[in-house]
Structure formats: C-alpha cells, structure tokens
C-alpha cells in the first residue's frame, strides 16, 4: 500500500510563489509516475507536472516557465514550487503515483491512470 500526503497550500496574492510537499511512502513502484494535478471549483481536475522516477518531468502549457516539479534524492518526497501565481492558479492540488509505467503525456492528461492519491492542498490566489 502507498500512501500520499500533500502539505503547503495557502493563500498568496497574484505574482506570489508557494511550494507544495508530498510525502510518498510505501510500495512504490520503480519506474511509477507521479506528478500534481489540480481541480479548480466546478472544473475537472487537470495534470499540472509530473515526472517518473526513470525520466524527466513534463508540464501543462498553463504552467511552463512558473511551476517546477522536483524530488528529493530519496524519491519520497515531491515538491511543486510554484512561481508568479495567478487566480486562475486557485485550485485544490493533489498528489498523486502510479502503479504501473505510463509514459509522462500519458501521466499528465489522464489523471484516472494515477492509483493513489492524496488527500489534496487549496490554493488560493486572490488580491
């Protein structure tokens, strides 16, 4: 069993940065992809960065250039540091890992291919 847990949400204003966490632990499969999506009020939830542990990350267009997934050197903890936040950034963010390979496109644009999840983390933009 893996389990997920995503931490740092919070309010910011427009222009301003915060970083998201996500502890994995478990049975994680090696080449797993896992990555951030986001659902914003009323919306379907979307892929935001991903990255597998045998390749690199990938990005919703959205998100190029302000949103930078990351890992720590024991791959049990993701991060999500995000950069000049805008209100359409205001979502709910979750975690999430897969448990069988999927290529990173893959992983981004089909969130129901993830097997866990977390909990998920609000992020609010607002002025």
């Known amino acids: 069993q893996v389990q997920v847990v995503e931490s740092g949400g919070g309010s910011v204003q427009p222009g301003g940065s915060l970083r998201l966490s996500c502890v994995v632990s478990?049975?994680?499969?090696?080449?797993?992809?896992m990555g951030w999506f986001r659902q914003p009020a009323g919306q379907e939830r979307e892929g935001v960065a991903v990255t597998a542990r045998t390749g690199g990350p990938s990005y919703a267009d959205f998100v190029k250039g302000r949103f930078t997934i990351s890992q720590d050197l024991t791959k049990t903890t993701l991060y999500l540091q995000m950069n000049d936040l805008k209100p359409e950034d205001t979502a709910v963010y979750y975690c999430?890992?897969?448990?069988?390979?999927?290529?990173?496109?893959?992983?981004?644009?089909?969130?129901?291919?993830?097997?866990?999840w977390g909990q998920g983390t609000q992020v609010t933009v607002s002025s």
């Open positions: 999430a890992v897969g448990s069988t390979w999927i290529s990173s496109g893959t992983c981004l644009d089909n969130p129901e291919r993830l097997t866990y």
């Open positions: 478990g049975s994680v499969y090696d080449n797993a992809c």
